[in-house]
């Protein structure tokens, strides 16, 4: 399974990034959970939006209202829309995907690289 996150970058406070995961080789048909983590330096990797087979979502406190997660019709790609975004926003933020949906994101077996999201005031 192959993962491949773009759309990071720096921003200033209150600015908007939008990132895209594109997905392939997923080896499921039955069921998916796609979702977006970060880590920000020194600290433990934190859900921050998942999106399940049944189309349900489920954002973090810290990102609700301000975050979007988004999906393909095919499910190979996902996206999250970032606005309002703040200087605690900043940290890399990884595309995983998995069978199940989780809300500790190391319990997902499949993870992009990871892209860069800064933001300064």
């Known amino acids: 399974v192959q993962l491949v996150e773009s759309g990071g970058g720096s921003v200033e406070v209150g600015g908007s990034l939008r990132l895209s995961c594109i997905i392939s080789g997923y080896p499921y048909d039955d069921r998916i959970c796609m979702a977006w983590a970060r880590q920000a330096p020194g600290k433990k990797f934190v859900l921050v939006a998942r999106?399940?087979?049944?189309?349900?979502?489920l954002y973090g406190d810290s990102v609700k209202g301000r975050f979007t997660i988004s999906k393909d019709n095919a499910w190979t790609s996902l996206f999250l829309q970032m606005n309002r975004l703040k200087p605690e926003d900043t940290a890399m933020y990884y595309c995983?995907?998995?069978?199940?949906?989780?809300?500790?994101?190391?319990?997902?077996?499949?993870w992009g690289q990871g892209t860069q999201v800064t933001v300064s005031s």
């Open positions: 999106i399940g087979s049944d189309g349900s979502t």
């Open positions: 995983l995907v998995e069978r199940n949906c989780y809300s500790d994101p190391t319990n997902f077996d499949y």
